[in-house]
């Protein structure tokens, strides 16, 4: 590739904030995907991501449409997404699937579960370099350079109005979006730095302490604590973990959980008696993004309970990582169930992206 902007660059980011920011803000739809800047040079097209590794071969389909949808020489930073069945919400659970190791099944997902390219910023096009360009200018040139898109690539909404911003962070969640991100209009692109601001959804939820995981440092110390909440038919399901404690308290909470080991056949979680559909951390013990990285758990006995911060959840699960608050010895395990989460307003995705987004169920 010959571009004015060649891989790889490292997407520019956000840093967290309480609330939505007044100022000279641009504000967008924060979309919950893969992190992606598509370069295109005439034939030649690279999907990069977030760290660099090209996503380019598990998602050939995207690969086609950039070369139908998009300017023979652009570079462009955008979220890779999938749509549910109906297309009425992002399903990040098919997202992930997409990345597999078998070509065979890698073509057999981009009919099934075909990718969307959500595109929200400009790098280069044809022999321009629009990185040091303010944001607004990039903006206007996006819109021009997206002006033949198709049906699998998308221009992002925008708004300076923070109070039609308000609206979006509330209405969009219930179609699976992730929150807003606000750019500066007078902003330049700058890789690998949190000069953006991202507003996300937080919620508090108390769950059962059901296990751990050592750290990699150690094997006195807590790594992570697995969380779970009961379903209405009386089961532990598996809704995520927190992780983020100091290291002086990851040992503290080692020798604090020592008490609750059990063994598998006394846990709610007993792989001998797991079933295909059921969702628990015993059920994929091997991350599927590092295969080296073990993911058993010691079992503990239900007994602990903890109140935990979290954005939203992705289908029965915490979508990201969940954070502490505080423990709570007040609450009996047995309460701890789905029905205290907060449902967010239900919103069509294809209202979002303008027009029908209901993906492929051929093959």
Not at 159 to 184: C, H, Y
Not at 227 to 249: H, N, Q, T
Request: charged share 30%; glycine share 8%; with cysteine.
């Amino acid at each position: 590739m010959r571009l004015p902007v060649n891989p790889p660059v490292a997407p520019m980011l956000a840093r967290p904030v309480d609330a939505i920011p007044d100022g000279d803000y641009v504000f967008e739809p924060k979309w919950d995907g893969f992190r992606s800047i598509v370069f295109r040079d005439g034939h030649e097209v690279e999907i990069g991501s977030r760290n660099e590794r090209p996503m380019t071969r598990y998602f050939p389909e995207l690969v086609a449409a950039v070369k139908a949808e998009l300017p023979e020489r652009c570079v462009i930073d955008g979220e890779i997404v999938i749509p549910d069945g109906e297309g009425r919400r992002l399903d990040f659970e098919a997202l992930q699937l997409r990345i597999h190791p078998a070509a065979s099944r890698v073509e057999l997902l981009a009919t099934q579960t075909p990718g969307h390219f959500m595109a929200f910023d400009l790098l280069a096009l044809g022999e321009v370099d629009y990185m040091e360009r303010p944001f607004a200018e990039r903006r206007a040139a996006l819109e021009g350079a997206l002006a033949g898109a198709g049906t699998s690539i998308h221009l992002t909404q925008t708004t300076t109005d923070r109070e039609v911003a308000t609206g979006w962070f509330s209405q969009f969640e219930g179609a699976g979006l992730d929150g807003l991100i606000a750019k500066p209009a007078d902003g330049i692109y700058e890789p690998d730095k949190r000069v953006m601001k991202k507003i996300k959804h937080e919620r508090t939820a108390d769950c059962v302490v059901a296990g751990y995981r050592v750290h990699k440092s150690g094997e006195d110390r807590i790594g992570s604590l697995l969380l779970g909440l009961y379903r209405d038919d009386g089961k532990l399901a598996s809704v995520g973990v927190i992780g983020a404690f100091p290291m002086e308290k990851r040992i503290e909470l080692f020798t604090e959980m020592q008490p609750l080991v059990t063994t598998f056949d006394q846990h709610p979680w007993n792989w001998a008696e797991h079933q295909p559909a059921q969702r628990t951390p015993r059920a994929a013990m091997f991350s599927r993004w590092n295969a080296n990285k073990d993911l058993s758990f010691i079992p503990l006995r239900p007994e602990r309970v903890v109140e935990v911060r979290y954005d939203h959840m992705e289908g029965p699960r915490f979508r990201h990582t969940a954070q502490f608050v505080r423990w709570r010895p007040d609450r009996e395990p047995r309460s701890c169930t789905y029905a205290q989460l907060e449902e967010p307003v239900s919103f069509n995705l294809a209202e979002i992206l303008g027009g029908s987004v209901t993906r492929s169920r051929r093959g």
